[in-house]
Nanobody, 124 residues
């Protein structure tokens, strides 16, 4: 079992910033890709961003490009999601997840373990 502990959610005004963190079990972290997904109220879970195990490649959903940045610190077993220029439509529960795959990291089915999902609320 892989433990993922997220932090950094909360309430922010439109145009503001938040940084989410996801601390992972040491056994898993440095060998696997990590991703962030979100689930807006009443909607399906959707891909936000992903990063390969080395951090050498990152991937973003189109609506997040230029506003969100995914990064990881393997020495701290932590992956981050820096979110800038937040909009009310970014309101969602955000999940980090671990993937043993190197391709198709936008697909939730390719992730084996998930965090608990902190709430991010962006007010207008």
């Amino acid at each position: 079992q892989v433990q993922l502990v997220e932090s950094g959610g909360g309430l922010v005004q439109a145009g503001g910033s938040l940084r989410l963190s996801c601390a992972a079990d040491r056994r898993a972290f440095s060998s696997f890709a990590m991703g962030w997904f979100r689930q807006p109220p009443g909607k399906e879970r959707e891909f936000v961003a992903a990063i390969t195990w080395s951090g050498g490649s990152t991937y973003y959903a189109d609506s997040m490009k230029g506003r969100f940045t995914i990064s990881r610190d393997n020495a701290k077993n932590t992956v981050y999601l820096q979110m800038n220029s937040l909009k009310p439509e970014d309101t969602a529960v955000y999940y980090c997840a671990v993937s043993p795959y190197v391709n198709d990291l936008y697909r939730p089915v390719n992730y084996d373990y998930w965090g608990q999902g902190p709430q991010v609320t962006v007010s207008s």
